[in-house]
Nanobody, 123 residues
Framework: VQLQASGGGLVQAGGSLRLSCAAS????????MGWFRQAPGKEREFVAV????????YYRDSVKGRFTISRDNVKNTVYLQMNSLKPEDTAIYYC?????????????????WGQGTLVTVSS
C-alpha cells in the first residue's frame, strides 16, 4: 500500500482544512486508517482512526467535535475534515494504514505511512 497525503496549508485560527490521503493497493477497504500528527519538538500523536468498514471512528480528546475522519472505499481515499482550527493544531499530518486489522492509537502498529502534509494555523 502506498499513501499520498495532501491538503495541508496555512490557515487562520477558526478556519478549516480538509486533508486527503489517496491509497494504492487492493487491501485499502480492509485496512484500518489513521491520521497522526507531529508538531515541532514533540512526539507523533494520533489524531483520528477509522475502521475499514467506516462504521467506527475514534478521536483524540482535543479534536473531538472539530475534526471528522471519513473514507471512500471506492476512491481508496481517507479524509480528515478539520474545523475550528487552533494554533496548537499546527503540525505535520500523516496518514497511515494498518492492513487487515482494527485500528489502534499507537503509531507503531501501522504498516504504511504517507509522506506527511504540513498544517499551519496562525493566531
Amino acid at each position: 500500500v502506498q499513501l499520498q497525503a495532501s491538503g495541508g496549508g496555512l490557515v487562520q485560527a477558526g478556519g478549516s482544512l480538509r486533508l486527503s490521503c489517496a491509497a494504492s493497493g487492493r487491501t485499502f477497504s480492509t485496512s484500518a486508517m489513521g491520521w497522526f500528527r507531529q508538531a515541532p519538538g514533540k512526539e507523533r500523536e494520533f489524531v483520528a482512526v477509522i475502521w475499514g468498514s467506516a462504521t467506527t471512528t475514534y478521536y483524540r480528546d482535543s479534536v473531538k467535535g472539530r475534526f471528522t475522519i471519513s473514507r471512500d472505499n471506492v476512491k481508496n481515499t481517507v479524509y480528515l475534515q478539520m474545523n475550528s482550527l487552533k494554533p496548537e493544531d499546527t503540525a505535520i499530518y500523516y496518514c497511515a494504514a494498518r492492513a487487515g486489522r482494527n485500528p489502534t492509537t499507537n503509531s507503531n502498529d501501522y504498516d504504511y505511512w504517507g509522506q506527511g502534509t504540513l498544517v499551519t494555523v496562525s493566531s
